[in-house]
T-cell receptor
Framework: KQEVTQIPAALSVPEGENLVLNCSFT??????LQWFRQDPGKGLTSLLL?????REQTSGRLNASLDKSSGRSTLYIAASQPGDSATYLC???????????FGDGTTLTVKP | EAGVAQSPRYKIIEKRQSVAFWCNPI?????LYWYQQILGQGPKLLIQ????????DSQLPKDRFSAERLKGVDSTLKIQPAKLEDSAVYLC?????????????FGEGSRLTVL
């Protein structure tokens, strides 16, 4: 059974800082890994999708990496802004038709 | 391209009452998911459909929860009778089976409060 862990549960940083969010998973046989952002009272917004054959994906100030052998993914946010404040969740999918297992998220606060 | 639509956004009911949530996935997405998200936790899968067939309902409390996806498009999730612990956000997601298969797209969610 896949287990996904995100540590820390909460993180507070000053504006402009570069930061890394962590996602660990127990079963390295994955199909893809997806990072999401969730604002309070809202649904999940997809940020980046990494297929199992890929090592990283980039979108603007975001960069996500994947190391299947160690069961880890990181989400790097460059030059953080107050608008980046949200909960960030990762989800690991076992097969293309299977379910995705989510971590409990890291709640990020970027202070002006 | 229209996103995943869900309704209602909010619902407050008394315990033992019933409630139904509706979801319309992104056009052309064959796979539809219902997730339950309790405050402070990540979403947990309740049921997954591919077209109008059930792929995974192993975590669905079948004594009180039911879901259907008639005609392989929109879906309804029902809870009857509701319990206090059903208070959560019910998220619908969809994905395609081709191209970027497995990439999940979520709706805004339906927040249920059971009193």
């Amino acid at each position: 059974k896949q287990e996904v862990t995100q540590i820390p549960a909460a993180l507070s940083v000053p504006e402009g800082e570069n930061l890394v969010l962590n996602c660990s998973f127990t079963d390295s046989a994955i199909y893809n890994l997806q990072w999401f952002r969730q604002d309070p009272g809202k649904g999940l917004t997809s940020l980046l999708l990494i297929q199992s054959s890929q090592r990283e994906q980039t979108s603007g100030r975001l960069n996500a990496s994947l190391d299947k052998s160690s069961g880890r993914s990181t989400l790097y946010i460059a030059a953080s802004q107050p608008g980046d404040s949200a909960t960030y969740l990762c989800a690991v999918r076992r097969t293309n038709a299977g379910k995705s297992t989510f971590g409990d998220g890291t709640t990020l606060t970027v202070k002006p | 391209e229209a996103g995943v639509a869900q309704s209602p956004r909010y619902k407050i009911i008394e315990k033992r009452q019933s409630v139904a949530f509706w979801c319309n996935p992104i056009s052309g997405h064959a796979t539809l998911y219902w997730y339950q998200q309790i405050l402070g936790q990540g979403p947990k899968l309740l049921i997954q459909f591919q077209n109008n067939g059930v792929v995974d309902d192993s975590q669905l409390p079948k004594d009180r929860f039911s879901a259907e996806r008639l005609k392989g498009v929109d879906s309804t999730l029902k809870i009857q009778p509701a319990k206090l612990e059903d208070s959560a956000v019910y998220l619908c997601a969809s994905s395609t089976i081709s191209g970027r298969a497995g990439e999940l797209f979520f709706g805004e969610g339906s927040r249920l409060t059971v009193l």
